[in-house]
């Protein structure tokens, strides 16, 4: 089975500092690896996602993760935080079954 | 093009009753997954839908349950409610199983139950 660890269940960093919120997995395959925004009282959306190709993966807003199969990580990062950016942030894992397996979230703050 | 969408936002329920939850997928996904969200446990997953079959169940108790339509709008079902039902229900929609994988999924804003 997979699973999806993230360590860290809360962050804060100041605006304009670097963002990094880390995701491990456990996967048996070669895995499909996804990290997802939730604003307060919304759904889910896809900042970025891994299937195979590039290793370093750019996404929205001006995210993106670097997966290394060594180490069996997929580390979200951002150069310089803003305001906005202060939300819930799910790492979650798929594999050739389909399922998705999400971590508990790391809730990012971001200080003035 | 419209995203998934859930009815109602809220809802307020007195223990004992039931609710019934909707979820309609962007045009053209025919696979419906729920998700349960609570603050202590995190995305927790009940079911899957595809072509109107359940396809994965979580693991939840038999008073939840859910179905799918033909034109892929999905409802979830709870009975007999209590209070620890108390969450935020997502649903989330993608384009079939086979090839969700690399596509990920696409999630609703929810439905806010609350028990009392």
């Known amino acids: 089975a997979q699973s999806v660890t993230q360590l860290g269940s809360h962050v804060s960093v100041s605006e304009g500092a670097l963002v990094l919120l880390r995701c491990n997995y456990s996967?048996?395959?070669?895995?499909?690896l996804f990290w997802y925004v939730q604003y307060p009282n919304q759904g889910l959306q896809l900042l970025l996602k891994?299937?195979?190709?590039?290793?370093l993966v750019k996404g929205i807003n001006g995210f993106e993760a670097e997966f290394k199969k060594s180490e069996t990580s997929f580390h979200l990062t951002k150069p310089s935080a803003h305001m906005s950016d202060a939300a819930e942030y799910f790492c979650?894992?798929?594999?050739?079954?389909?399922?998705?397996?999400f971590g508990t979230g790391t809730s990012l703050t971001v200080i003035p | 093009k419209a995203g998934v969408t859930q009815t109602p936002r809220y809802l307020i329920k007195t223990r004992g009753q039931q609710v019934t939850l909707s979820c309609s997928p962007i045009s053209g996904h025919r696979s419906v997954s729920w998700y349960q969200q609570t603050p202590g446990q995190g995305l927790q997953f009940l079911f899957e839908?595809?072509?109107?079959?359940?396809?994965n169940k979580g693991n939840f108790p038999g008073r939840f349950s859910g179905r799918q339509f033909s034109n892929s709008r999905s409802e979830m079902n709870v009975s007999t409610l209590e209070l620890g039902d108390s969450a935020l229900y997502l649903c989330?929609?993608?384009?079939?199983?086979?090839?969700?994988?690399?596509?990920?999924?696409?999630f609703g804003s929810g439905t806010r139950l609350t028990v009392v």
């Open positions: 996967s048996s395959v070669p895995p499909y």
């Open positions: 891994y299937t195979s190709a590039a290793t």
């Open positions: 989330a929609s993608r384009l079939n199983p086979g090839q969700g994988s690399n596509y990920g999924y696409t």
């Open positions: 839908y595809f072509s109107e079959t359940q396809r």
């Open positions: 979650a894992v798929s594999d050739t079954g389909n399922q998705f397996y």
